[in-house]
C-alpha cells in the first residue's frame, strides 16, 4: 500500500472510454494510455447515477450518490450542494489543495494552494484573484461567451495575452495557437481542431501553478473529448448510425475528430508524468463514458443553441430579474433573482411552444432556486417556424431560427455509465486490472492514497487490488468520520 504522505494527482478526462481507448492502444495511436495501463492498475467504474440524470464527476468528488449530493445539472447553485467534495475535506484538515477546472467547483475556495473552477463558471473569481485572466480566456473564448463587440477589442487580447503569458502560457503553445488559426483561415473546416487548444493552454497554466504550490491534492479536469463524442461519432462509424445517411463530405471532415482529440489527451498524459515524482500518484478518471447515439428523430437530433439567452430573458420579460449562463449546447441555466421570480418565470417558459401548443420550446428541471433549460429536439421544426410567448404580456411571437442556431450537424455520442480509471505512481502494481467497481469508489480510494482516513459518509470501497500492499484493516482506514 503507498506509505503516508503521498501527493495525489487527478487527471479527469471527461467521457472517455476503454472502448475508443483499447481499440486506438492496439493501433500503436496512444503510447501513453498504453504506458499507464501497462504499468498501473486500471478498471471501468461504473456510475452509480443513471439517465435521465447522469451528472456524476459529484458523486466522485464526494463518495456518495446523486440522492445525497443533491447535483442534477451543471452549474447548479453552489448552495443546494449537499454534501462536501473532496477538497473541500482537505481544505478543512489544512491540506494543501490545487483545483484546476473540476465540474461544479464554483465559487472558488481560499486553499492553501489555487482554485481555478470549471469552465461553465458564472463569473471569473479564482482564488489567489491573480489567475481570473485564466478565466477569461475560458469563459470568453472557449465556452462561446462572446463580449460585446465594443470590448472585445486587439486592444483587449493583447493585455489578456500578457497577462496570460505571465501565468505560464509556453511559446509552444502560442505557436499551435497562431498555426491552428492559420489553418482557419486556408481551410474554416478545420475550425474544430481549435478545441484541443483549451486544454493545451490550460496545461501550462496548470504546469506552473502545480510547480509553484506542489500542493498534496490536485485535480485537473478537460472536456474536449466529450466534445468531440458528441459530435461526431456518426462520422468516425457511419454504419452504426443507420439508416441515418453520411456524406462523403461529413466523414471526409470530422471522421479522424474523435481520434485527434484522443490523441490529444494522450499527449498531455505524456506532459503530465513530468509532474509525477516518486512521491505522487496519478489517477486518471473519467465519471462516465459516452457511447453511440441513436434517436427515433428521422433525421437525428440536430445541435441547437440559442443566438442569446440573456435576449430569451428579454423577450420573455425578466431581463432584470434573472441572469442566464449559457452551458453545454443546447443547456442553459437560469438564476432568478428570488423563488417567486423563478415560479413565474418556469411558468412562462414552460408555455412557450412553436408552430402548435403541443410542440414545447424548452425542457426544464429545476432544483430549488436554479433552473436548467434545454432546447426541445423536435424533426418537426421547419424553416418558417415561429416560437409564441402566450403568458408574456402582448404575447410576442419570433422566428424560431432568429432565436436558434443550427449548427446542421446530429448529436451522435451520448452518456454511457462505464467510466474508465487508470492508477499509476510507486506502490501500485504494474499491469493489474480492477475488479467490479464504480464512482463511489474513486473518492475513498484518493483518501486513502493520501494516507488519510475516509470519512464515514463514504460508503465506496478502498480499491486495495490496486496496491503493491494490501492495508492491514481496511476498516481501520474507514473509522473516524471526518
Not at 53 to 68: A, I, K, M, S
Not at 95 to 107: A, H, K, R
Not at 279 to 295: C, E, H, N, R, Y
Not at 381 to 396: D, I, Q, W
Amino acid at each position: 500500500m503507498p506509505q503516508d504522505g503521498k501527493k495525489v494527482l487527478l487527471i479527469e478526462i471527461n467521457e472517455v472510454t476503454w472502448d475508443l481507448i483499447d481499440p486506438f492502444i492496439a493501433e500503436g495511436k496512444l503510447p501513453t494510455f498504453a504506458r499507464l495501463k501497462r504499468e498501473g492498475s486500471w478498471g471501468s467504474p461504473m456510475s452509480v447515477d443513471l439517465p435521465p440524470q447522469l451528472d456524476p464527476w459529484t458523486t466522485v468528488y464526494t463518495g456518495r450518490p446523486q440522492t445525497e449530493h443533491g447535483v442534477y445539472f451543471l452549474q447548479q447553485p453552489p448552495e443546494t450542494i449537499k454534501a462536501p467534495r473532496i477538497w473541500e475535506l482537505l481544505h478543512q484538515q489544512g491540506i494543501s489543495v490545487g483545483v484546476y477546472g473540476s465540474v461544479c467547483s464554483w465559487p472558488p475556495l481560499p486553499v492553501n494552494g489555487f482554485h481555478v473552477p470549471d469552465t461553465f463558471s458564472p463569473d471569473t473569481a479564482t482564488h489567489p484573484p491573480e489567475l481570473e485572466a485564466i478565466q477569461a480566456l475560458n469563459l470568453t473564448y472557449t465556452r462561446s461567451i462572446r463580449l460585446p463587440s465594443d470590448q472585445d477589442t486587439l486592444g483587449f487580447k493583447m493585455r489578456l495575452g500578457m497577462q496570460l503569458l505571465k501565468l505560464g502560457l509556453s511559446p509552444s503553445t502560442m505557436m499551435c495557437i497562431l498555426t491552428q488559426l492559420a489553418r482557419e483561415r486556408i481551410d474554416s473546416k478545420k475550425r474544430w481542431q481549435r478545441v484541443v487548444l483549451q486544454p493545451l493552454a490550460n496545461f501550462d497554466f496548470f504546469r506552473q501553478l502545480y510547480r509553484k504550490h506542489r500542493p498534496r491534492f490536485a485535480s485537473f479536469h478537460t472536456n474536449h473529448g466529450a466534445h468531440y463524442m458528441h459530435t461526431y461519432w456518426k462520422a468516425m462509424q457511419p454504419d452504426k448510425f443507420l439508416p441515418l445517411e453520411n456524406s462523403a463530405d461529413e466523414v471526409e471532415n470530422y471522421g479522424s475528430a474523435i481520434e485527434y482529440g484522443y490523441r490529444s489527451a494522450d499527449d498531455l498524459l505524456k506532459n503530465i508524468l513530468s509532474l509525477v515524482g516518486p512521491d505522487t500518484i496519478l489517477v486518471v478518471a473519467s465519471s462516465m463514458g459516452q457511447k453511440p447515439f441513436t434517436t427515433s428523430l428521422k433525421g437525428g437530433k440536430v445541435i441547437r443553441q440559442l443566438h442569446s439567452v440573456d435576449d430569451l430573458l428579454r423577450i420573455a420579460g425578466f431581463a432584470s430579474r434573472a441572469k442566464a449562463v449559457s452551458m453545454m449546447s443546447d443547456q442553459f441555466n437560469i438564476y432568478p433573482d428570488s423563488p417567486a421570480t423563478g415560479e413565474e418565470l418556469v411558468a412562462a417558459l414552460k408555455s412557450v411552444y412553436v408552430d402548435t401548443p403541443d410542440l414545447p420550446m424548452f425542457a426544464i428541471t429545476t432544483v430549488d432556486n436554479g433552473i436548467t433549460v434545454n432546447l426541445v429536439a423536435t424533426d418537426r421544426v421547419k424553416e418558417n417556424s415561429r416560437c409564441y410567448f402566450p403568458l408574456t404580456p402582448g404575447a410576442p411571437s419570433h422566428s424560431y431560427f432568429e432565436l436558434v442556431y443550427d449548427s446542421k450537424q446530429v448529436k451522435s455520442g451520448c452518456h454511457d455509465p462505464k467510466g474508465m480509471m487508470i492508477i499509476y505512481g510507486t506502490g501500485i502494481r504494474a499491469g493489474v486490472e480492477i475488479g467490479s467497481c464504480t464512482n463511489l469508489d474513486i473518492a475513498p480510494t484518493l483518501f486513502t492514497l493520501l494516507g488519510e482516513r475516509v470519512p464515514s459518509s463514504m460508503t465506496g470501497r478502498i480499491l486495495t487490488e490496486a496496491f503493491e500492499q494490501n492495508p492491514v484493516k481496511e476498516q481501520e482506514l474507514v473509522s473516524g468520520a471526518l
